[in-house]
Structure formats: C-alpha cells, structure tokens
C-alpha cells in the first residue's frame, strides 16, 4: 500500500540517523580528550568574596555542529512535507508556497501572508496546525498563547547552529563545603548551580565563596556536555536532549495527522 506520508517519514528517519551521528561525536569528543576543563579562582571585582571559574580546554569540533544542524533541518522540512501532503489528500496538488506556518507572535501568524501557507488544506487541516500555535509564546501577553518548542525548531534551522552550540556544565557539590578562613575553619552551605553555560572565552563561573577563604575542602565535580546557545526555550539545555525532544514532537504531529486524514 502506498504510505501518502512517505516524504515527512523519512525526512524524520534522515533526522534520527544524524541524531544518532551527533550522540557519537559528542560521546568521543567527552571522552577522549583527556581533561577538558580546568577550574581556577580570581576575586570579584569590588567584592568579598572569590569566584570559582571553570575553563574550557578545548572547543567542540565543527563536525557536531554538522550533525546538529542537519538533524534540526530535517526534523523541520518534515513538517513542511507534512502539509504538503494534507494539500495533495485535499486539493490534488499542493501550491508552490505550501508550508508548515511559522511565525513571532500570534497576530503575525494569523496574517493572511502566513495562513496562505496552508490555504490549500482542508478547513479542519488548517485549524489543527493553527491549534498547534507554532509562534513564541509572548513574555507580556502570554495569553496569547504559542509553542515555544515549535518555534525553537524553526528558529534553529534558521540560525547559524556553528554558533548557537557551546559546552556547558553541571555543577555538583558535597552537602555542605569546609571554608578555611584566616582566622577560623567555617562551615559554609553552598548550593550547587544549574547548568552553566560557557562563554565566547569558553569560561564559566561555578559558584562564589568568601574572599577570605584560604582553602575550600570539599567535593566539587564538574560534568561537561554540549549544550545550545541564546535560543529559548533550549538555552543551556543539552543538545541531545533538545535533539531528542524535537523528534519526538515531530513524530507526535505526523501521527496526529495522520489517524485524523490518512487511515
């Protein structure tokens, strides 16, 4: 039987594979290396207290960012095969500006430029894109609503992923730390940091402890990965996980379309 779907599954097929391409690079980029990071101490400027930083020895190499970014490719072209079928399932032929609808905001997306995309489908087709609210979600009128996910994936394939990816840390501390100070050993609490993100210098700040501190006796381990730059919502998140999370709302889409038009 003829799958009328084939285009966007193998778009998403193509996608995996590169997922699956970038997890080894990064693995082998991690773990072969040797030491990848070296933590070091300066004062805070006008401050009390020091800061613990953590350097980056090494940059990730271009080939991750390969595999990224024709993953996030092909993970976003499978929505734009998607419509293209629900126009052929409707229409019979799909029109050359038939795509999956992106836009910033909600009032841009409703725009007839934007909603010309899928004008083409049927009534009900393009109501269950619009009720997916591929548009950022808005910081002032969240009411609005959107799909922060959604729009992070166009914006990505957009992007330059060369440098939207960077290595970032996860901090982790023992309960409690031992501050040595001049003039008496303290017992001072130090909450462990979310993930860290390293800067265009490839350096991040774990923690601050007092500037009087002369020794700091504790258990502090570093884990590094690879993470995503200044694209919200995956900002500082895993590329992995972020890889992985885009997949499967992918998958999610096609399936829902799929059992309402195509079964």
Known sequence: MNDKLLSPKLKIERANKHIVDATAQIITFLNTNGNLIETFMEPEPGGLRQIIKARFLKRPPPEIAGAVGDAISNLRSSLDHLVRCLAINHSGSPPYDAAFPFDKDRDKFESPGTQRKIAALSPEAQQMIRDLQPYAVSETEPEKGGNNMLWALNKLRNSDVHRLIAPIGMVTVGHKLNVQTRGHLG??????????????????????????????????????????????PVAGYPVLRVLHDFSNLAKRILLTFEQRFFT
């Open 187 to 232: 017992l001072n609490t130090i909450e462990a940091p979310k993930w860290v993100r390293f800067d265009e210098d490839m350096t991040a700040e774990l923690m601050r402890v007092p500037g009087a501190a002369s020794d700091i006796q504790g258990n502090l381990q570093t884990g590094i990965d690879i993470g995503f730059g200044d694209i919200e």
